[in-house]
């Protein structure tokens, strides 16, 4: 029987190269996105790498367009094996200049988003015992500066993640958390937040990175196959997870000097 795989936000970057990770082993796909044209050339790159499956417009701010996505994979495919919450959108701004708006928005899609995925497709879960693997980012465990909202929709990814590892055990689905460093990707194509010059400093970031979505997805195949929760692809993110660990002080300093320079900055651009 083939296997089959969800993921949400797969209209482009790291959501289309896992399913194209996964369509190479010859999986049965269901893809989501909110943004249609992107959704039907991930689909034609599916069928060309090996794999098959649907796409279905989904808004993971929405319950009901989940539970919708949930019933369509079981009257399309007979059910799930593994579901990947993937969609994410990209914010940043120091505190004192983000909105409750700006909290709203990031909450409901980067950590809601992936609360809803997680309850809509449990009953096929438990039916399939499968595994759940929630997108998160670096920024859940290190918190760097002018990030809050989305440093804390994150890190409630990877608290969700942890808490499901426990709660869903006797089920016998596993739980996967990934948190990638940057990497070349579209991320800010749905940047929201008052600064535009945060935007313009993280999109270097995303633009220097040496690791491409593909490689990103490449690692968290061979990760969830070898049953690791806690899923690190950049060895920069794998160092100074080790490091916070290790000696925790040092790197809130860190982020703090980080912080004052980008103020200052800020203030002689």
């Known amino acids: ?34 943004n249609d044209a992107g959704l039907a050339e991930t689909l034609k790159l599916v069928r060309e790498a090996g794999g098959d499956g649907f796409t279905l417009r989904c808004d993971v701010r929405d319950y009901s367009q989940l539970t919708a996505f ?21 914010s940043g701004g120091f505190f004192g200049d983000l909105t409750l708006e700006d909290w709203d928005w990031q909450i409901s899609i980067n950590l809601m988003g992936v609360v809803k995925g997680c309850k809509a497709f449990l009953p096929l879960l438990q039916k399939s015992h499968g595994k759940i693997i929630n997108i998160a980012s670096m920024a ?41 460093s940057f990497f070349q990707t579209n991320l800010l194509d749905s940047f929201h937040g008052p600064n535009q010059q945060m ?47 290790h000696n925790p002080q040092a790197l809130y300093d860190e982020m703090a000097a980080m912080a004052a320079r980008m103020r200052e900055k800020a203030k002689a651009s």
């Open 1 to 34: 029987m083939q296997k089959r795989i969800m993921i949400t936000g797969a209209g482009s970057g790291l959501g289309r190269e896992i399913a194209l990770r996964w369509a190479r082993e010859g999986w049965q796909l269901a893809l989501s996105d909110v």
């Open 70 to 90: 949930a019933q369509a994979c079981q009257e399309r495919l007979g059910g799930i094996d593994v579901i990947v919450n993937n969609a994410g959108v990209a």
């Open 140 to 180: 859940a465990l290190m918190q760097g500066p002018a990030m809050s909202n989305y440093n804390v929709a994150k890190a409630g990814v990877v608290a969700l993640s942890e808490s499901l590892l426990a709660d869903l055990h006797q089920d016998q689905i596993s739980v996967h958390a990934v948190c990638p």
């Open 199 to 245: 935007k313009a400093a993280v999109g270097k970031l995303l633009e220097s990175s040496p690791i491409t979505a593909s490689d990103v997805a490449d690692y968290i195949y061979q990760q969830v196959a070898a049953g690791e929760f806690l899923i690190l692809p950049h060895e920069q993110g794998r160092m100074a997870w080790k490091l916070k660990q």
